[in-house]
């Protein structure tokens, strides 16, 4: 009698163990709820790597578990510290496009998924375009590389934390303006074609009309539709972000940038000055250009400097090796030509919108459940920024915060310590090659826009002249050779 009893209590316990709900299950005796993250195991032993002397020590043991009796969160802190998220994906490389993760690094690829604390770097002659959840595109160019240090999910504001090692960057947030319908060809044409089919612009084919010969040799409006293309996905993608921004906290060597969706172009050189400059809304082609963007503040280096001042827009602003001084560029064609490369790139906005639909759904949300984000996609959730000083600082204020102060004094520390190790080679009489802007950063880029229009107007050519082939009206041929 008293053995089935004992087994009647222990399917009840099991019952109770497998089918209460999870939230349930995730609340332990001190009542703090344990939020699970997407990925991570139940229990937060490292089996795997556990040094057998510390583990099987009963004093290293007594002590972890007063630590843990102290402090009753310490296991959602440690998982949420050990949580890597999401932050985008490749949209297309050309070239080697290494990604450092941990102790290992893999070479990147179209849609190849980056985390937190992922380095991007374009070897060699290479470049990329690199999405990013909240819509957000980066192009780095040849020998760049980007460090993507965290990706925070806010309740009225998202926020991204990178730092730009090295190269030439140019950010673009996205903004939910449309852009001026015009019919002039694209200008980074060294993706093409393009990774995603969709975002290939559609060629316009005039009819043949005997009473209207004059009309075959028109230009063709292939861009301008393409562009008008562009525009609707924008404002269906619209519906979709609900005009909710990001702020991003952009850290060079010898200073920091930081403002809500800001369109920048950096370049920063090793052991030498950087330039940056904020692109404008007409200057991105924007069709509301008169509408003022938000401020881009700039924070120069040293250990008391706090003050923040404001980037002006379409101006070249040069930064000094150490981090103390601003001037205007007044002549540097290299900078104009390089910037000529992405001043029309349609197709590159099409595919953001066709990414961000394809991933960045969850990242734009009236109401979040703290919960349903973290089991289901990964995700803390943060706060919401303070629009007034009268307001309390929110989780998300006190991180912006502290990592002003934190790498304010880590790149002044790092910028010391390289300056005194330069003051000693050069006593020694060594000579050391600093890097400098050239067209190295561009080159190819600009050699593939010529040879593009000069490649037009022979298939022109070759099909009012030539035959044909069955073979060209196949899907396959059609995405090889980037045709819609």
């Known amino acids: ?13 099991l019952f109770t163990i497998f089918f209460l709900p999870r939230e349930i299950l995730a609340e332990d005796s001190s009542g703090v709820v344990r939020v699970e993250f997407k990925g991570q195991k139940k229990s937060m032993t490292s089996w795997g790597n556990l040094p057998t002397e510390s583990f ?12 843990k009796l102290g402090a009753p969160e310490w296991e959602q802190i440690t998982r949420e510290r050990n949580n890597k998220e999401l932050v985008g994906r490749i949209y297309q490389c050309i070239g080697s496009c290494r990604v450092d993760r941990g102790a ?14 992922d380095e991007i770097q374009t070897v060699g002659d290479s470049y990329a375009w690199i999405f990013l959840l909240d819509g957000t595109m980066v192009r ?12 925070n999910i806010g309740i009225k504001e998202n926020f991204i934390n990178a730092r730009i090692n090295t190269g030439n960057i140019l950010w673009l947030s996205r903004a939910e303006s449309t852009f001026e319908e015009n019919n002039h060809r694209e200008t980074d044409v060294l993706f093409f074609p393009y990774a995603e089919y969709e975002s290939l612009p559609i060629k316009e084919q005039k009819a043949y009309l005997e009473d209207d010969l004059l009309e075959l040799v028109s230009p063709k409006e292939t861009y301008l539709y393409h562009v008008k293309n562009l525009n609707l996905r924008i404002s269906e993608n619209n519906k979709i972000t609900k005009s909710k921004p990001t702020y991003a906290f952009l850290v060079l060597p ?11 172009e950096m370049v920063s050189l090793i052991g030498g000055s950087s330039y940056i400059k904020k692109r ?8 509301n250009s008169e509408k003022s963007s938000a401020e881009l503040f700039l924070q120069m280096r040293g250990y008391d400097n706090k003050e923040l001042t404001t980037v002006l827009e379409d101006q070249w602003i040069t930064i000094d090796e150490k981090g103390r001084n601003t001037t205007n560029v007044e002549a540097m064609p290299w900078l104009d030509v390089g910037e000529f490369i992405t001043k029309r790139i349609p197709s590159i906005y099409i595919g953001r919108e066709i990414f961000l639909q394809r991933y960045g759904q969850f990242v734009f949300g009236d109401v979040y459940d703290p919960l349903k984000l973290a089991q289901d996609y990964g995700y803390r959730l943060w706060g919401k920024m303070k629009s007034a000083e009268t307001e309390p600082n929110s989780d998300l204020d006190l991180r912006l915060e502290f990592l002003k102060e934190y790498f304010r004094r880590i790149e002044t520390t790092n910028l010391l310590a390289s300056g005194k190790f330069k003051e000693r080679l050069e006593s020694r009489g060594e000579t050391i090659k600093m890097t400098d802007y050239g067209r190295f950063y561009f080159l190819t880029a600009l050699n593939q826009y010529y040879r593009y229009g000069e490649l037009q107007i022979d298939n022109i050519s070759d099909i009012s002249k030539g035959e044909v082939l069955n073979s060209t009206k196949k899907l396959l041929w059609k995405k090889m050779h980037g045709i819609r």
């Open 104 to 117: 290992g690094f893999f070479n990147g690829t179209h849609r190849s998924g980056l985390y937190e604390g």
């Open 280 to 287: 404008s809304a007409k200057t991105l082609g924007h069709m």
């Open 1 to 13: 009698m008293n053995m089935n009893i004992l087994g009647a209590r222990a399917l009840l316990l």
């Open 254 to 264: 010898n200073a920091t940038l930081m403002g809500l969706s800001p369109s920048v």
């Open 56 to 67: 099987l020590s009963f004093s290293e043991w007594k002590r972890q578990a007063d630590f």
């Open 140 to 151: 780095m160019s040849p020998q760049s590389s980007l460090t993507v240090n965290e990706f």
